[in-house]
């Protein structure tokens, strides 16, 4: 019986097979250093050709092409682009590591353009010995830690970034790239211009939003063995000059320990598959859901993106003043500042957009959102989370009716403070989920999309206060054209009634701008010049602002005194604005005080020592409750405990705050407390100030 024939996609899954072994007998070759680097780069040339050509081919296959019926054709094309995509994408940080030194850019050591002047005479040495010894330096960057300690901080180990849009360079020594250029990070500085290379060789500097951490090096390793190099930085600098002989024997074995740990990371990553990937081929994610990126901001970066951080105060250039913190010589209060946007707007709700599959339950619903330029973010990133009606499952809703106070994280009422001078200034809107997958119970965070309200027009001119209905667009919000589901299309239909039709399907986010009234003006004046934030919260803000500036200006006794400050508010108020539950404990027992004051009460004075003894009986004893759990993002059971806590200790609170003073409440024998920390009772201005 003669054999059954294969089918054009049998045929393209063996060749897939055939370039995947081919990559790890490369990765072999090179841990083994069993053939020469040009040999190796000529190699990872020819497969990233043949990869190519493969992948063409698949992308043109169609069912029709199939002799006989195959099963899942869809599913098993698409599994097989992915592995197709991922060794293009290996075999491109293959290509960079091996790629030999190519024609720098003129500014290719320039650190930062603001501070070029003053490192040019270290950069052009730099440049040098690039040029001069470039396979000597590579090697010692990979594998000599001793180099790698006595580098300067704004030097980090080389590692693997993807190019998320097309970046063209503006002036003398920016490297152009594509999306999807895999490139070589060569040095990171604090302005956000990183020199790199690219798999041609060539090296320039380009912006760090532009850029993503791809696979193949693992970045929290990196940012350890940094923080080991500079502690050990001294000892290793006399080791290395009581132990210069000792390196030149053991010269050989380091090389290969190092090369072994680089190219095991990059054999590992062949085998990985992205989470985000593996749920778009099985079909539970639309093909337009991506990783969050503004998830990951707060992840990497942690504070910067924060609330809590943007809430400080800002020291000026010279570091003995504030550039953002005065006080009215009049009235003694904080004096108000106008900046270039403040705007007032609703989340009313979000249309069409679209469920996940089967095999991932959803936690959370929510819309992440920040001020952004179209490069990059200028202020805190803000959460709000969307209610969810299991009949519509396609609409999210906002700011729900409920008796007593709202929720801030369900408050669709925001602001925005900022006085960046960009002409592209405006809103980001990450719409989002954060989910568990049943089979593994992974956590994660994907972007359901994305809309970008600009505030100005053309000419200049701030929008007008009315509704706006933005398109919700699918990838990242440097990708552009992509869809949310493959589903949707944006073509351009003839008739009235299937654009009609057609419009009504396209996933959609509804908000409106507004005017505030003259209260809420006048406590935003007050607060720093970058925040966004819920409404609700913009009187306990103002307050935390005038009790910042009377301690910062007024309490010190000079202004170069850098002493701590013995103020448990201001030491712990700026925790509340990442435990938004706490910040509504505040929000209701202040609501409480202020119900039994007297007119004549509402004085300033007497509102900061009652916003004191307020904020110490109650939200600053919750801080220390032996039974509050710790704060867990989407995590339904903790969530359900912090209120219940939350709950019966205020209510507790209640009979004794009128008969004690707030400290008095730690003394008490009746309740308990966890220890406490001396960060938690004093304000260290050097360690918090921006």
């Not at 609700?536 to 009377?550: E, F, G, I």
Request: aromatic letters at 6%; charged letters at 30%; one cysteine or more.
């Amino acid at each position: 019986m003669p054999l059954k024939r294969k089918g054009p996609l049998q045929l393209i899954q063996r060749e897939v097979d055939g370039i995947k072994n081919q990559v790890e007998s490369l990765v072999k070759d090179v841990q083994k250093q069993s053939v020469s680097t040009e040999e190796a780069f000529h190699r990872c040339h020819e497969l990233q050709v043949t990869a190519e050509k493969t992948l063409k081919k698949l992308e043109n296959l169609t069912k029709d092409n199939e002799s006989t019926t195959v099963g899942n054709f869809n599913q098993r094309k698409q599994v097989e682009e992915k592995r197709l995509q991922n060794l293009l994408e290996h075999l491109n940080i293959l290509s960079v590591e091996l790629s030999p030194p190519g024609p720098s850019s003129a500014a290719a050591g320039v650190v930062s353009k603001e501070d070029s002047e003053e490192e040019d005479g270290d950069d052009e040495d730099d440049d040098d010995d690039d040029d001069d010894d470039d396979d000597d330096d590579d090697d010692d960057d990979d594998n000599d830690n001793e180099v790698e300690s006595l580098k300067p901080p704004s030097q980090s180990r080389p590692c693997i970034y993807t190019v998320l849009s097309d970046f063209t360079g503006q002036q003398e020594g920016d490297l152009s790239v594509r999306k999807g250029d895999v490139l070589r990070i060569i040095r990171r500085s604090a302005d956000g211009w990183w020199l790199a290379q690219d798999n041609k060789g060539t090296r320039g500097v380009v912006p760090k939003t532009y850029l993503k951490f791809g696979c193949g090096v693992d970045e929290d390793e990196d940012d350890e063995d940094a923080t080991e190099e500079d502690d050990d930085e001294e000892g290793e600098e006399e080791e290395e000059e009581e132990s210069d002989e000792d390196d030149e024997l053991t010269n050989d074995k380091d090389k290969k320990r190092a090369s072994l740990s680089k190219w095991s990371t990059v054999k590992k990553a062949l085998i990985e598959i992205d989470t985000t990937d593996v749920l778009s081929a099985m079909g539970a994610i639309p093909s337009g859901f991506r990783p969050s990126t503004l998830n990951q901001l707060l992840v990497e970066e942690g504070v910067k993106y924060k609330a809590s951080y943007y809430i400080q105060p800002q020291l000026s250039q010279s570091q003995l003043s504030f550039s953002d913190l005065f006080l009215d010589p009049i009235t003694g209060r904080v004096r108000s500042r106008q900046v270039r946007t403040c705007v007032c707007f609703s989340l009313w709700s979000c249309r069409m957009i679209p469920t996940p599959g089967v095999g991932v339950q959803v936690l959370s619903r929510h819309i992440r959102l920040c001020a952004f330029d179209g490069t990059q973010v200028l202020s805190n990133i803000h959460t709000v989370r969307a209610t969810y009606n299991p009949k519509n499952p396609k609409t999210w809703s906002f700011s729900p009716r409920m008796t007593g106070i709202l929720p801030a994280l369900l408050d669709g009422e925001c602001f925005l403070r900022c006085n960046s001078a960009s002409p592209d200034l405006g809103i980001l809107f990450e719409l989002g989920v954060t989910f568990i997958r049943n089979s593994t119970g992974e956590r994660g965070d994907l972007s359901c999309g994305w809309a970008f309200l600009k505030l100005t027009n053309d000419s200049g001119i701030p929008l007008s206060n009315r509704t706006y209905e933005l398109p919700v667009n699918g990838g990242t919000p440097y990708e552009k054209d992509v869809t949310v589901e493959a589903t949707i299309t944006r073509g351009s239909p003839t008739g009235v009634l299937q654009q009609m039709l057609q419009a009504r399907q396209q996933p959609k986010l509804i908000i409106k701008l507004k005017s505030a009234r003259t209260q809420i003006r006048k406590q935003l004046s007050l607060l720093p010049d970058t925040l966004l934030h819920s409404q609700s919260c913009v009187h306990l803000l103002a307050l935390h602002r005038q009790l910042l500036a009377d301690t910062l200006l007024m309490d010190r006794s000079t202004m170069q005194n850098a002493d701590l400050i013995c103020s448990p508010v201001l030491s712990t108020f700026p925790k509340l604005l990442d435990q938004q539950d706490l910040l509504d404990a505040l929000r209701s027992a202040w609501l409480d005080s202020e119900v039994n004051m007297s007119k004549a009460q509402k004085d300033p004075s007497y509102l900061k020592q009652e916003f004191i003894r307020v904020y110490m009986s109650s939200v600053y004893f919750l801080l220390h409750s032996p039974w509050l759990p710790s704060h867990r993002w989407a995590d339904l059971p903790s969530e359900e405990q912090r209120a219940r806590v939350i709950y019966t200790t205020l209510e507790a609170l209640k009979r004794t705050r009128h008969t004690s003073r707030g400290i008095e409440m730690f003394v008490n024998p009746n309740h308990q407390h966890l220890p406490f920390d001396i960060s938690e009772l004093t304000f260290d201005l050097l360690r918090v100030a921006r």
